[in-house]
């Protein structure tokens, strides 16, 4: 079993590190907030006080960070993984972040000897939590095959999907396509609450037909509920959906479904509510439908 520094302990890391711990490798655990260290550390894991610290012993340092500013701090500022690469020479990032500053930063750590691997996931908190997360890695096929046995702690699909980068730039397809998903879910339930259908006998046939999808099978009851409850709040949606809509600035592309599922998840934060789950989409349609008031 491997020695891992592991660095953020928020929504997702936690049920990621705590998979690594039940697989029995040897954590040294890292995250601003000293109550989700202390946590850690009271169920075996060596706490760190530094990004340096966390690094020092381990074969491979694990990141699961908010957002692009954030690795960076990690990777490149003072005390960070560039100035003090782990013993292992190994960097795994599992955030989703920019894929031109994922680039930029394995260049970065390959001038001091050390491979990055830039491994962003999907499945939300549950698939944090059960082992189950698809895990899109970019890098090279050493840092990659270096990063196997960790990653296949932590999900079912594992994949290399190309050179540094290249598992940002997939992620970032992956999320046009869920939010586009949970925005034709919102307008489903809308059309037949109106015709005054059962939401529940509605959703039980979709799952059943062409329709169906990982986000009507997991988050569809909430949005029949009306739960607007996180896992995966909005604000790191818009996060996404940005770094989505940068791309295809970058390359010159028109993506039009993108622009409209962003608008409407603005709408969403304009209202308050970017500390809800991503399927609270249903409330932006809702006041769209003049639905707010009307049983499920």
């Not at 031109?100 to 000897?113: D, Q, T």
């Not at 259908?197 to 039980?204: A, G, K, S, V």
């Amino acid at each position: 079993m491997a020695s891992i520094g592991f660095i953020g302990l928020g929504t997702m890391g936690r049920g990621m590190a705590a998979n690594l711990l039940a697989a029995g490798h040897e954590l040294h655990v890292h995250d601003i907030r000293r109550e989700a260290v202390e946590e850690f550390s009271a169920r075996g894991a060596k706490a760190a006080g530094s990004v340096a610290e966390a690094a020092r012993d381990a074969e491979a340092v694990v990141l699961m960070l908010p957002d692009t500013p954030q690795v960076e701090e990690v990777v490149l500022g003072p005390g960070g993984l560039v100035e003090s690469p782990p013993a292992g020479r190994l960097v795994i990032d599992m955030s989703t972040i920019s894929a031109a500053a994922a680039r930029s930063m394995a260049a970065r750590l390959e001038a001091v000897g050390t491979a990055m691997v830039d491994a962003p996931v999907s499945g939300g908190p549950q698939g944090a939590e059960s082992g189950s997360l698809s895990i899109m890695a970019g890098g090279t096929g050493a840092g990659f095959a270096a990063a196997q046995p960790i990653l296949a702690a932590l999900g079912t699909t594992v994949r290399h999907v190309g050179p540094p980068g290249a598992g940002q730039t997939v992620k970032a397809c992956n999320q046009l396509v869920c939010a586009m998903n949970l925005q034709a879910i919102c307008e489903a339930l809308a059309l037949g609450r109106a015709a005054g259908l059962d939401l529940e006998l509605l959703r039980e046939v979709l799952l059943g037909g062409a329709a169906s999808s990982w986000m009507l099978q997991n988050l569809g009851p909430k949005m029949i509920a009306r739960d607007p409850s996180a896992g995966f709040r909005i604000d790191l949606k818009l996060k996404d959906l940005r770094l989505a809509g940068e791309l295809g600035f970058q390359h010159g592309l028109p993506l039009p479904g993108l622009a409209l599922a962003t608008s409407l998840y603005l709408e969403a934060r304009a209202h308050g509510e970017g500390a809800n789950g991503n399927q609270a989409l249903f409330r932006v349609y809702d006041r769209l439908t003049n639905q707010a008031g009307e049983a499920s």
